[in-house]
């Protein structure tokens, strides 16, 4: 990110200051709103924020509530949002851009920003873990994308993408692999293979291999996402990254621990000195680099970073999603190697409880949730209702194999 970061701080000499009160202008209600945009992709929310508030605010005494302009913008600040963990306030947002949109499309410019506006809006969904509404949404995006602007269209591919990474959520890994190379194929040949963007599917499909247990498939993927975006945008932006965090579980998953370690190590601090100690993508890697060292048998280490992550993402997704789910697996595990079996029993009970209320009880986090238990069970001598957990897991594989 060093020369890019420096070449944005440089120009920004030249963006107005921040007023006390709205901005005052048209043009700087513009510069606004692009230095909100700007300093988002490199990772400095707060100031984005304030940006694109006062920007919102001139749009709205200008242009009235209900104008595009005022739509573009919410839409950008529910992204800002979203990426800060804020998910109430960026639905909120984001379906307020919704509505303004679908009251003002005619032109391909208002179409896109329509598309926009959904795919915000269903993305906050997806990051809520609520997986029907947000695939809705998606969907309606991909149809207006494909029908006001054409199938090979970036915005498309943009679209593709999201249904991808949604069902990849899901567990329809053929289907989320149909599209991902769908959106590749589209983003290279309008792009070219060196565009960051480019490099975003390189990830997603790396986490696809991941996420159905194709590990050694994925690590090429990853490590062709580092690359690129490490030349395009420096090995400190935050997309960059989460490109190492994601080769880094992928290296982890072969017994590959000693580059995985010093990936997550590596990410974590970045994600730490961009983002703060309360991010989402520090949990995240938290969690990833705890389970490591708890296969090492750090104990001590693993249960702060389990603990540490399982309070950021409560915090940020409330106790109810599916995220906070994965950790509390992963944590009981980590009892349970510890001999604290009565916490690690708590624990299972309640991810999967949250596995199967979120996911549908024929996921593959049910069925490890539930093999997980059931070996918990086994160990203190209740092999009944282990033989029973361990039913139900084979069950929820078969019912899932069928359907795919």
Known sequence: ?????????????????????????VEEACQLHERAVALREHGQHTEAAT???????????????????????????ADICADQGDYAEAAQLAQRAVEIMEQATGSPDLELLCVQALRTLAGVYRAQG??????????RALALAEAALGSDHLETASCLNDLAVLYKYTAQFATAARLYRRALAITTQ?????????????????????ARGRYARGEPWARRAVAVRERALGPDHPAAAADVAALAAILDAQGKDVEAEALYRRALSVFERLFGPDHYE?????????????????????????????????????????????TLS???????????????????????????????????????????????????????????????????????????
């Open 1 to 25: 990110m060093g020369s890019k970061i420096h070449r944005a701080e440089r120009e920004g000499d030249h963006w107005p200051r921040l007023p006390a009160a709205a901005p005052v202008s």
């Open 51 to 77: 940006c694109a508030r006062h920007a919102l605010t001139f749009f709205e005494h200008a242009c009235g509530p209900d104008h595009p302009d005022v739509a573009n913008i919410l839409n950008n600040l």
């Open 130 to 139: 609520r997986y029907a509404e947000a695939e809705s949404l998606f969907q």
């Open 190 to 210: 309008a792009l070219g293979p060196e565009h960051p963007d480019v490099a975003t599917l390189y990830h997603n499909l790396g986490g696809l291999e991941h």
């Open 282 to 326: 520090v949990a995240v890697n938290s969690n990833n680099l705890a389970a490591l060292l708890h296969i090492r048998g750090e104990y001590a280490e693993a249960e702060q970073l389990y603990q540490r992550a399982l309070a950021i993402k409560e915090h940020l997704l409330g106790p109810e999603h599916p995220d906070v789910a994965m």
């Open 330 to 404: 992963n944590l009981a595990a980590l009892y349970k190697s510890l001999g604290r079996y009565a916490e690690a029993e708590a624990l299972y009970q309640r991810a999967l409880s949250l596995f199967e209320q979120a996911l549908g009880p024929t996921h593959p986090y049910v069925e490890t949730c539930l093999q997980n238990y059931a070996r918990l069970l086994r160990d203190t001598q209740r092999r009944a209702e282990a033989r029973a957990l361990e039913a139900r897991a084979r069950q929820a594989r078969h019912t899932r194999r069928a359907k795919q």
